[in-house]
């Protein structure tokens, strides 16, 4: 069940601004990255990716920045809208025995404004 | 294309039953199933792999005895939480792959043990 005092970092943000949400991975060897979009009661849903040969990949109001010197990834969302509003995971990929393992960080609220 | 499917969505059951969830793909062929656990307001944590026709990988401290996995087929995987307690309640999510870097993740599976 939940630990007590457990709780998501939050993001709030108004509608139209733009919004940056920051994760920390922990393994070096982890060559592709992807963040996730979760609403309340669903899975996740893909959002966008980047490989490790790239340290920024667009896409359509979404835009994700790679350092791999501090293991650090985020994702930058333009025009925020209040569909946005949902839990955002980072996830890292390692590839391993023929299939790849995902491991997810912990997550990051946003709520969006009108 | 890539969809995953999960049945059923929700499930509550009287504790020390067992309960068994369905994992889908329906437009491809998955060479390797993946079973997550998510508390609430927690990030999701892998439990098992599992490749067609071979046992699953349990992760360290999932206990496979309780969490039975059966990949039968290459677009069928099942999970069935057997003896169940309420500490068992949670939120089951599988994903499904095709390739070493992507995984396509089911709508989750809502199970309360009472």
């Known amino acids: 069940g939940e630990s007590v005092g457990l709780h998501l970092p939050t993001l709030s943000v108004q509608e139209g601004d733009n919004s940056i949400i920051n994760c920390a991975y922990s393994?070096?060897?982890?060559?592709?990255f992807i963040w996730y979009k979760q609403e309340s009661g669903k899975g996740p849903q893909f959002i966008i990716d980047?490989?490790?040969?790239?340290d920024k990949r667009q896409g359509q109001r979404v835009t994700v920045l790679l350092n791999k010197t501090v293991k650090h990834l985020s994702l930058q969302i333009a025009a925020t809208q209040p569909g946005d509003s949902a839990v955002y995971f980072c996830?890292?990929?390692?590839?391993?025995?023929?299939?790849?393992?995902?491991?997810f960080g912990k997550g990051t609220m946003l709520l969006v404004s009108p | 294309g890539a969809v995953v499917s999960q049945h059923p969505s929700r499930v509550i059951c009287k504790s020390g039953t067992s309960v068994k969830i369905e994992c889908r793909s329906l437009d491809f062929q998955a060479t390797t199933m993946f079973w997550y656990r998510q508390f609430p307001k927690q990030s999701l944590m892998l439990m098992a792999t599992s490749n067609e026709g071979s046992k699953a990988t349990y992760e360290q401290g999932v206990e496979k005895d309780k969490f039975l996995i059966n990949h039968a087929s290459l677009t069928l995987s099942t999970l069935t939480v057997t003896s169940a307690h309420p500490e068992d309640s949670s939120f089951y999510i599988c994903?499904?792959?095709?390739?070493?870097?992507?995984?396509?993740f089911g709508p989750g599976t809502r199970l309360t043990v009472l």
């Open positions: 994903s499904a792959s095709t390739t070493l870097d992507t995984q396509y």
């Open positions: 393994n070096s060897a982890s060559d592709y």
């Open positions: 980047i490989r490790s040969n790239m």
């Open positions: 996830a890292e990929n390692t590839a391993d025995s023929g299939y790849s393992t995902l491991t």
